[in-house]
Nanobody, 116 residues
């Protein structure tokens, strides 16, 4: 049974940094393309970054150069290092497979708030 547990969010000032973690209970994790998504209040969920099992990454234009996605296949964990945060990055952040599970499963997410 799939389980995704995000952590590491919080309140940070503009220009600050946070590192998010996602513990994934996925049987073939090392072969699974993983992604970080976010949903801001009143907006659709959007894909922020993806990483293949071999470490090839891709980013949304809005975060390119500021965010870094990585993974540790031995720990079934995906990370998102977020630097130079701005209020526009405020959202609930989720990890999931890319594309997301057809069952509609999502974890609880972790709240990131960028505010002075």
């Amino acid at each position: 049974q799939v389980q995704l547990v995000e952590s590491g969010g919080g309140l940070v000032q503009p220009g600050g940094s946070l590192r998010l973690s996602c513990a994934a209970s996925i049987s073939i994790f090392s072969f699974t393309v993983m992604g970080w998504y976010r949903q801001a209040p009143g907006k659709q969920r959007e894909l922020v970054a993806t990483i293949t099992g071999g470490g090839i990454t891709n980013y949304a234009d809005s975060v390119k150069g500021r965010f870094t996605i990585s993974r540790d296949n031995a720990k079934n964990t995906v990370y998102l290092q977020m630097n130079s945060l701005s209020p526009e990055d405020t959202a609930v952040y989720y990890c999931n497979r890319n594309p997301p599970y057809a069952s509609g499963y999502w974890g609880h997410g972790t709240q990131v708030t960028v505010s002075s």
